[in-house]
Every structure is written in structure tokens, then in C-alpha cells.
């Protein structure tokens, strides 16, 4: 039976069943990039997903607020980083991890900033991610855009998937990301530099 006949909620089942207690993909071979660049340079988005609604998946465990940083500045970061890259829709920025892990300061102000915090308990983080990123899709079809920001190198596997279905695929990691994860989005930045970029002034 040829997959690329199964509906999107069978395939995105599978992929939900292959991953092991460890969190290691069992199908990775499938999921292999063939040409590893670290070095790739953004390019603006074009038609149709300059248009369309962006929702940014933020690992906030694995890739917090870097030391430095002003957590009521983040949001505004993250969107500057897509306004310069020519991105319009809207955008939707959801904070995943363990609350109770994270100051309440720092809570505070990324919620004025209109980021969503959603707390995930110990031990379940790794599924509950994947489950939200693939399953988002169902709710908001494509064209779209999905902004993953984690050091969690498992969750590759889920983007081949989301690229084939019309999801464009944009990922903020940490500077000891492998070549692997970094190829596998069609757009990427470095953590700590998006967050050191000037913020653009919308008029």
C-alpha cells in the first residue's frame, strides 16, 4: 500500500508509535537528511506562507531565557525575527515545560507579553511536544507556518511529514545543534543570536 494514500491522522499515529521510551526515532533511517548545512542563510519567505498564520512551539525547558536576556523582550524578538524575513500572518507563541521550574517573574513577563505558558509535567514533556506539533495541523490547515524553538533533537522526525502536508518548517536551536537537526527546517537561527537582533518597530 503506497503511505502517501493514508490519511494525514494514520501517518502522524505511526509516527507518534515509533517513538521509543528513550525518545529515539526507531524509523530514522526513513527520516534522514541527505545533505547536512549548518550555514544555511534565511532567505524571505514567499507566497503563500508570508500570509499565514504562524505558531511558534517554544521548548522553554531545554532553550530558556538565556542569562542576559529580558524575558518581557522575547516575544517581540521572535517576531522581529519573522517580520525581517517577510513574514505578515499572525502569529501565536506557546511557552512548554515544567512552571513550576520557572521563576515567577519571568512567568510574568513573558504572559504580558501575550506568550501562552503551558505547564508540562515531569517526564512527559517529550511526547506532549510532539503530540501538539502534530496534531496543530488539524485545526489549522495549510498553508501555514510552524517556529520550533528546542534543543530537543527528537523532534525532527516530525517535520518531513508536516513539509510534505504544505507546512513550512522554521527552527531556533542552540549553538551545539547537530548539522542533522539544523537541515531538517527550511528556516533556522541560532537561539541566543535571534534573541540579540535589534527589535523592528512596526509603524
Known amino acids: 500500500k503506497n503511505p502517501?494514500?493514508?490519511?494525514?491522522?494514520?501517518?502522524?499515529?505511526?509516527?507518534?508509535?515509533?517513538?521509543?521510551?528513550?525518545?529515539v526515532d526507531t524509523r530514522s533511517q526513513e527520516c534522514s537528511i541527505s545533505k547536512p548545512m549548518?550555514?544555511?542563510?534565511?532567505?524571505?519567505?514567499?507566497?503563500?506562507?508570508?500570509?499565514?498564520?504562524?505558531?511558534?512551539?517554544?521548548?522553554?525547558?531545554?532553550?530558556?531565557v538565556p542569562r542576559g536576556c529580558k524575558a518581557d523582550k522575547i516575544a517581540g524578538k521572535i517576531r522581529s525575527a519573522l517580520v525581517k524575513l517577510n513574514y505578515r500572518g499572525p502569529i501565536s507563541i506557546s511557552a512548554y515545560g515544567n512552571m513550576d521550574h520557572i521563576p515567577p517573574s519571568i512567568k510574568k513577563a513573558l504572559s504580558s507579553t501575550g506568550i501562552?505558558?503551558?505547564?508540562?509535567?515531569?517526564?512527559?514533556f517529550r511526547l506532549h511536544v510532539v503530540n501538539k506539533i502534530t496534531f496543530w495541523p488539524f485545526r489549522n490547515p495549510a498553508p501555514a507556518n510552524i517556529m520550533v524553538i528546542s534543543r530537543d533533537e527528537s523532534l525532527y522526525f516530525t517535520f518531513p511529514e508536516l513539509q510534505s502536508e504544505g507546512y513550512n518548517i522554521l527552527l531556533a536551536h542552540p549553538a551545539n545543534a547537530s548539522d542533522y537537526f539544523i537541515a531538517s527546517a527550511n528556516t533556522t537561527w541560532l537561539w541566543r543570536s535571534l534573541l540579540e537582533e535589534p527589535e523592528i518597530t512596526e509603524p
Open 38 to 64: 549548518r550555514n544555511k542563510k534565511n532567505t524571505a519567505v514567499e507566497a503563500p506562507y508570508d500570509d499565514a498564520q504562524t505558531w511558534v512551539c517554544w521548548d522553554i525547558e531545554k532553550c530558556p
Open 116 to 124: 501562552v505558558l503551558k505547564h508540562v509535567h515531569p517526564g512527559e
Open 4 to 23: 502517501k494514500s493514508e490519511t494525514p491522522k494514520i501517518l502522524r499515529h505511526r509516527q507518534l508509535a515509533s517513538i521509543s521510551p528513550s525518545g
